[in-house]
């Protein structure tokens, strides 16, 4: 079975500029989250889809954060403008959560987008 | 509002010992608690995971326990190996619908040879 795949792996912009991060989750998996890494700290959910209808967006910040689900599959995630504290790790997970009665609920992760912004 | 804290934030030991890794939680109305294992440059792999009704999970020469009421989890790894250097980290479900999972900050465990 394919993992989440996430792309693209690495990118570096200035501050000011916009960003996009694309993943790609298990085949069948009803919920997918982006998550923001900060170097040393853990995972902080920023947004989490069901299907292609958002759950929780609470802690995504609007002003420049937007995130949609292409048909409940796909998703992306996209910065504008771009600062210097959004220098982190985003990571992707999918879960079959939401897919019907008795599925599981656990999370299973893509290798993350490394962003750093100068 | 969950709030998970892990100690300690590193920790260096030699190849050989054994170790415990430390996560407390503030809310105890958990569904269940999971450990990670991060490698630089790479995405989380779950290690155990403990529902919120039991006391303990063992895979191979790791065991983790759940304490619900008083808010503690502890990761034990028995007979250390340099491979096992990593960033352990600690997360809670909370109870409800979403299934959200709140992580703490981690362990940075290196392994000695």
């Known amino acids: 079975e394919a993992g989440v795949a996430q792309s693209p792996r690495y990118k570096i912009i200035e501050k000011r500029q916009s960003v996009a991060f694309w993943c790609n989750p298990i085949?069948?998996?009803?919920?997918l989250y982006w998550y923001q890494q900060i170097l040393g700290q853990g995972p902080k959910l920023l947004i989490q889809?069901?299907?292609?209808?958002?759950v929780d967006d609470s802690q995504l910040p609007k002003d420049r954060f937007s995130a949609e689900r292409l048909k409940g599959v796909d998703s992306t995630l996209k910065i504008q403008p771009a600062k210097l504290e959004d220098s982190a790790v985003y990571l992707c997970a999918s879960s079959p959560w939401g897919a019907g009665q008795g599925v599981s609920d656990t999370q299973y992760f893509g290798p993350g987008t490394r962003l750093t912004v100068l | 509002k969950q709030e998970v804290t892990q100690i300690p934030a590193a920790l260096s030991v030699p190849e050989g010992e054994n170790l415990v890794l430390n996560c407390s939680f503030t809310?105890?109305?958990?569904?269940?608690l999971q450990w990670f294992r991060q490698d630089p440059g790479k995405g989380l792999t779950s290690l155990l995971l403990i529902q919120s009704s039991q006391r303990e999970q063992t895979s191979g020469r790791l065991n983790a326990s759940l304490d619900k009421s008083s808010g503690r989890s502890t990761l034990y790894i028995a007979a250390s190996q340099p491979g096992d250097s990593a960033t352990y980290l600690c997360a809670v479900c909370s109870s409800g619908s979403a299934r959200q999972l709140t992580f703490g900050s981690g362990t940075q465990l290196t392994v000695l040879p």
């Open positions: 809310d105890s109305a958990i569904y269940n």
């Open positions: 085949s069948g998996h009803a919920t």
């Open positions: 889809f069901q299907n292609n209808g958002v």
